[in-house]
């Protein structure tokens, strides 16, 4: 098996985890290192049981990450290109593949290019990498991103723009990495990973590219843009509206919807990233573990975003700074976390220590055996065309509740694997 079959994810956001100034002004001569610092928690996601790290933003920015203005520089707030050399090779060492965040929708205002473009006019070369009204009232007026102004859309038709997205995701290829999450790749048509994707792969067949997207025909996206994976919006919704609502239908429904992709490819799964309210704000610690437990059942690439193995709580706004609650930096060790936490961590360890031990999990198929507004049954088996070694007759039936205090239990076709609350 191909080792994105085995790969579990720990998504860490790199400037809020190590404590970085976003909005601060920040001198870079002042190189402090701080991605070093993650250094310490690389054995701590070995013992959580993960084998992947997946990164945000690492690119030198102007304020959160995904206003790029080098994307071949480690971000100053960050460190250094050895800095980042030495956190490869540190994850490698330990079995831990890393993922990059690719960020080629857009770059910020401050970009190199973009500011060539303004110096030299529609005429110039520069000016061939935007979508740019020169004719606007008040001035030269560029496509952005969703109205936000700082950041400047790329124009994915230009071969200039193709040779540049290539150029930089195999120069971090060959530093080490192991794949890439695109970054707002709904907005980018599909067409235009179909040209990149290949001649990155000649070099990198093993390579894994995850493309964000929220909404829309995955499988299409997928099958046109030739991207490995994509984000599953769709399930991460059913999960905590369903413990929110306490109505387990919409989770069903989403779950049938999830099989049919999988008949396709294998969606990159979560409950939890940089830009959601935290699931134990959502529905509370003790209704999150379900949604991790369904998470960890059901087929899918697993995304565990940092701190929601310790229950960390945080509620995502719609204003400025309103994403720093769910991006908080961690502590400088591992032994500095709360003990509060504690339980969570281990609820991730025992359902992740599941997933290990079923790996045909990736590509499972559900079953639903019961299904009401506060109590769902379903059951995940090995998908036709399953490893040989694999067992056809291994079943995995999982108990979700959520009529009073909230339970689940996983069931092997042995034993009783999990159970929370414990017995």
């Known amino acids: 098996m191909a080792w994105t079959e085995h790969v579990i994810w720990w998504h860490v956001y790199p400037l809020g985890a190590v404590g970085a100034p976003i909005r601060d002004p920040y001198d870079e001569s002042l190189v402090a290192h701080p991605l070093r610092r993650l250094d310490g928690w690389l054995d701590y996601a070995i013992a959580l049981g993960v084998n992947g790290l997946q990164l945000g933003p690492v690119f030198a920015s102007t304020t959160h990450g995904y206003d790029t203005v ?18 490869v090779r540190r994850c490698h060492d330990r079995g831990l593949r890393v993922m990059l965040d690719g960020v080629f929708n857009h770059v910020g205002l401050e970009h190199p290019l973009y500011q ?56 971090w290829l060959r530093r080490g990495i192991d794949g890439w999450r695109l970054d707002a790749a709904y907005a980018v048509d599909p067409a235009f990973w ?18 964000e997207v929220i909404h829309g025909d995955y499988a299409a996206i997928v099958r046109e843009s030739t991207l490995d994976s994509v984000t599953q919006y769709e399930l991460w919704k059913a999960l905590w509206s369903s413990l929110h609502d306490k109505n387990f239908y919409e989770l069903s429904h989403a779950l049938e919807r999830h099989g049919a992709l999988l008949d396709t490819f294998v969606p990159m799964t979560f409950v939890g990233n940089h830009d959601v309210t935290r699931i134990a704000s959502r529905v509370g610690p003790a209704a999150a573990v379900l949604a991790v437990a369904c998470l960890l059942t059901v087929g899918g690439t697993p995304s565990l975003y940092y701190g929601d193995e310790q229950a960390f709580e945080g509620v995502k706004e ?45 590509r499972a198929r559900t079953r639903v055996v019961e299904l009401g507004n506060e109590r769902f049954v379903y059951e995940s088996r090995p998908a036709a065309g399953a490893p040989e070694e694999c067992d056809p007759a291994a079943v995995i039936r999982v108990t979700l509740e959520v009529s009073g205090e909230p339970r689940v239990q996983v069931e092997t076709s042995s034993a009783t694997a999990f159970t929370w609350p414990a017995r």
């Open 318 to 362: 719609d204003r400025e700074g309103g994403d720093d609650a769910v991006r908080p930096p961690l502590p400088a060790t591992p032994a500095e976390l709360s003990t509060l936490g504690e339980w969570m961590f281990h609820v991730h360890q025992g359902l992740i220590a599941v997933r290990r031990q079923h790996p045909w999990l990736v």
């Open 116 to 171: 060539q473009a303004l110096a030299g006019g529609r005429e110039s070369h520069a000016a061939r990498y935007f979508r740019i009204d020169w004719d606007a009232d008040g001035g030269p007026r560029p496509d952005v991103f969703e109205g936000h102004g700082s950041l400047v859309a790329l124009d994915h038709t230009r071969d200039e723009v193709v040779d540049l997205v290539v150029e930089v995701m195999l120069h």
């Open 194 to 211: 179909a040209r990149v994707l290949p001649r990155v792969r000649a070099e990198f067949p093993e390579a894994t590219f995850v493309g």
């Open 70 to 87: 080098d994307h071949v520089r480690i971000d100053p707030r960050l460190g250094d290109d050895g800095d980042f050399d030495e956190l």
